[in-house]
């Protein structure tokens, strides 16, 4: 049993640990888990800290002492509150709680667990603008809707916003749909590291119809390309 009340004792204890198997047995963890201090430099450079009820120190703690019941609370809550900054990276021990996030996440997301569907669902357009540009934002993203706590400028500046880019260097290309031009090469390449990477798979698990859609992208740009998948 672990330190604190479970949260979700629903979940089988068998399950709580094949999942933590899959975080220790990627081949970084060892590399990002040496032990804790509690020395709280982590906890006082991240700014996630500052804003939520989110400790690094508490991860790093966790997985040290395999509480199983806390790291599956945390796989489920936790780490979507991390910035991924890696300010914690500072840790006079060595430890990278921001490394032993980001091998959390990715077993949450290649699992299909709910909460990494939630926190990961409004990325959806961001991954497709990668997909089909190769950068992750452009200017007509910035609408009212899709970021509703801005505030009243993001309806001032989408409203002129072919003014606003037409105002600004020629680099932009005054366009609204790319914030930058980018090689067909580095397209290519990415969809590539995607592939051999399972990056797909991971979508797959996370939003289905996404993962359709960027695929026929990809395959086609790759064959396109003289590649075979």
Known sequence: MGLFADKYPEVPLAEKERLWAEVKADSRFPAYLYGCYECGICVASCP????????PRKIAQAAAREDLELIYEQMNDDVWNCSQCFSCNRCPRQNSPGGLITIIREVAVK?????AKHALEGYGRVIYKIM???TQVSPDMLQPDAFPDWGPQVRDVSAELDLWRRAL???????????????EKTIIELYLIWHHTNVMDMIAEVDEGLFMILNDVMEEKLEEAGYEI
């Open 169 to 183: 260097p020629p680099e932009t290309l005054h366009t609204t749909s790319t914030g930058w031009q980018v090689d």
């Open 111 to 115: 699992n299909g667990l709910k909460s």
């Open 132 to 134: 089909g540009t190769g």
């Open 48 to 55: 996630s800290a500052r804003f939520y009820d989110f400790s």
